[in-house]
């Protein structure tokens, strides 16, 4: 059923509602039922978590008999930002994810902030999806702060993403809704996925079997999801970083997620002016091509792919 969060009247006179649809089991749902929460939609511009918001909803509700749990789907966010196709805020093209947690009695934007942080706390999980922005597409996974890895590792092992990416605590925002969520100790992982402004099928369809299998875990689905891949855990992994040093179009001569190969050319860099090729780019090492420019335009210093490698 949707339910609206939170609710703030706009100067024209129109309303912004943040809404949920929560998903119950058939009958008497008990008090030790478990709940988990899927977020997206706090970028505008970030749409990947549309498709699996969509394709949850719709597997529970044709399979609802399996439901063990309460889920709640917060596909918006940022319903005027997903409208108008921006990242932030409309009205103060503020980002909501710099605002967490929030407060009752501050902005339209810290206010709604605040009540969906409220409605969200307390559940056995969170998973707050985004994507990429438009310039790079991104290998699906997970990013953990370094200090929450022993809590969020063993969750996050179960949602088929290929990658975790454990980063530094010194890189970490305050003011994102994950880190509000666990630092009041309702365990919440990041997804990244795809490219901004787009939706791609394959890696929603993975996240969402990787949902259910969490959700399996967690005894909230009874249906016994299949094993779910081992992922790549980047503490034991380097990456490779690759800017381009000339300015020009990039055309990409490897598929995204490729495996590749020391000195391999990953594609070149083209003058459509003079119709010389300004640079060729080959990878450095060899190893998984998890990050790939996708908007052609670069200038000199613009990242063109990441590469994960072993240490040694
Ligand atoms: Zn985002």
Not at 58 to 84: F, H, M, T
Not at 106 to 114: N, R, T
Not at 219 to 231: F, L, N, R
Not at 239 to 256: K, L, Y
């Amino acid at each position: 059923m949707v339910q609206t969060v939170a609710t703030a009247e706009l100067p024209v006179g129109e309303s912004l509602n943040i809404q949920k649809n929560r998903i119950v089991p058939l009958g008497h749902i008990s008090n030790a039922a478990k709940r988990i929460c899927i977020v997206t939609g706090t970028h505008g511009d970030e749409l990947e978590g549309q498709y699996v918001a969509w394709r949850l909803a719709d597997e529970l509700l044709k399979n609802i008999e399996d439901l063990r749990g309460i889920v709640d789907i917060y596909p918006a966010l940022n319903p005027l930002g997903i409208n108008s196709i921006h990242r932030g805020m409309p009205l103060t093209d503020l980002d909501l994810n710099r605002i967490f947690p929030g407060k009752e009695d501050g902005m339209i934007s810290e206010y709604l902030a605040s009540e969906t942080l409220k409605d969200i706390a307390g559940a056995s999980v969170c998973i707050d999806i985004h994507a990429s922005n438009i310039f790079l597409r991104e290998l699906p996974q997970i990013r953990i702060n370094e200090t929450l890895g022993d809590t969020l590792v063993p969750l996050a092992k179960h949602l088929n993403m290929p990658l975790i990416w454990i980063h530094a605590s010194a890189t970490v925002l305050e003011s994102t809704l994950a880190h509000s969520l666990n630092s009041i100790g309702t365990p919440t992982l990041v997804v990244e996925m795809g490219v901004g402004m787009r939706i791609t099928i394959e890696h929603g369809e993975q996240l969402l079997s990787g949902i259910l299998a969490l959700m399996s875990h967690l005894g909230i689905w009874a249906k016994k999801m299949p094993p779910t891949m081992p992922p790549i855990i980047s503490d034991d992994w380097h990456v490779a970083f690759i800017n381009s040093d000339v300015s020009g179009i990039f055309i990409s001569e490897t598929s995204h997620m490729a495996n590749v190969s020391e000195g391999q050319e990953l594609g070149f860099i083209a003058d459509p002016l003079s119709g010389r090729v300004l640079k060729r780019i080959k990878s450095p090492v060899s190893g998984l091509l998890f990050t790939l420019r996708e908007y052609p335009v670069v200038y000199e210093g613009s990242l063109l792919a990441r590469i994960l490698h072993g240490t040694n």
